[in-house]
């Protein structure tokens, strides 16, 4: 069977990886582990979506919303959401970011996600559809990834996950829904 192989190619025999190199690759390996040792659950969940063999030990929903705050956000959205109210939900942290997605999804609530990472024209493409189209029930945004064009005249209620330790960054984020053209109190 190894002549075989080799007659396909040489690379499915094993020449290329010495001893030597076998050795140094295994040392990396075990450097991954201490990488992984220092990962958040969340990121480590993240991995395990990432790589099929690992899918096994990937975290169930219900761990996402084993959370004081996502509690008290289940209880306040819900609320919120049969009072005809619509929501800008800030967190500074991408990662917070992810861990709302899926609780959003989990609870059925329509939402959309600008973050940082967005090119100018996608946000404004995001705005203009939180404005237009009406079930969108949460924005869901990174407290810093605003800028000057950004108008959420649809949303009227301000919630922010995490506080800034600086309270203008959460104040200049609250008033991007108190904006020209906006209708309903804030």
């Not at 040792?37 to 690992?54: A, G, I, K, N, W």
């Not at 030990?57 to 959401?81: A, E, W």
């Not at 301000?158 to 960054?169: A, Q, T, W």
């Amino acid at each position: 069977m190894q002549l075989r192989k080799m007659a396909n190619h040489p690379l499915l025999h094993g020449q290329h990886y010495t001893t030597t190199k076998l050795a140094a690759m295994s040392r990396l390996m075990l450097k991954i582990k201490e990488d992984m040792e220092v990962m958040t659950d969340f990121e480590l969940h993240r991995l395990c979506l990432q790589y099929p063999s690992v899918q096994d030990y990937q975290l169930n929903t219900d761990m996402f919303l084993d959370s004081g705050k996502l509690s008290l956000l289940t209880q306040l959205l819900t609320s919120l959401k049969k009072q005809g109210d619509r929501v800008v939900l800030f967190s500074q942290f991408t990662m917070m970011l992810d861990i709302l997605e899926v609780f959003l999804k989990h609870v059925k609530h329509r939402y959309i996600r600008l973050d940082g990472s967005m090119p100018m024209f996608d946000r404004i493409m995001l705005i203009d559809q939180c404005n237009t189209e009406l079930d969108i029930f949460v924005f869901l945004m990174s407290t810093k990834a605003g800028c000057l064009d950004i108008n959420l005249t649809s949303a009227n209620v301000v919630i922010l996950h995490d506080i800034d330790c600086n309270p203008y960054n959460d104040r200049q984020a609250e008033d991007r829904c108190h904006c020209v053209g906006q209708i309903r109190s804030i």
